[in-house]
């Protein structure tokens, strides 16, 4: 069964970085899109951004674009969230799903995937401190 595992969450302080990973097992990266989703406490879940196999394109949350980046590394078969900058209101626990590619793009991804996606992970938990 394919599964996904976020690791890399912690306690860092506003300004600081973090690094998320998304692993996956008994399946590859190549011909999905991943995406990434937070929930804040007391919050909805929401979109941070989505990387599509293929090009590589990216998209990316308003409340943090130019912050936050997605990459792969297809050796490790490893999704990365890189988020620099961090503010308290990027507090949450970050998932990542994995759906079709052509969902990541355009203005929809963030509801596509919110859609879609049946494979999150269990997530790992960020929190920001002053």
């Known amino acids: 069964e394919a599964q996904l595992v976020e690791s890399g969450g912690g306690l860092v302080q506003a300004g600081g970085s973090l690094r998320l990973s998304c692993a996956a097992s008994?399946?590859?990266?190549?011909?999905?899109?991943i995406a990434w989703f937070r929930q804040p406490p007391g919050k909805e879940r929401e979109g941070v951004g989505c990387?599509?196999?293929?090009?590589?394109?990216?998209y990316y949350a308003d409340s943090v674009k130019g912050r936050f980046t997605i990459s792969t590394d297809n050796l490790k078969n490893t999704v990365y969230l890189q988020m620099n900058s961090l503010k308290l209101e990027d507090t949450a626990v970050y998932y990542c799903?994995?759906?079709?590619?052509?969902?990541?793009?355009?203005?929809?991804?963030?509801?596509?995937?919110?859609?879609?996606?049946?494979?999150w992970g269990e997530g790992t938990r960020v929190t920001v401190s002053s």
């Open positions: 008994a399946f590859t990266f190549e011909g999905y899109g």
């Open positions: 799903g994995a759906d079709r590619p052509y969902y990541c793009a355009g203005s929809g991804w963030s509801d596509y995937y919110a859609r879609s996606v049946r494979n």
């Open positions: 990387i599509r196999s293929g090009d590589g394109a990216t």
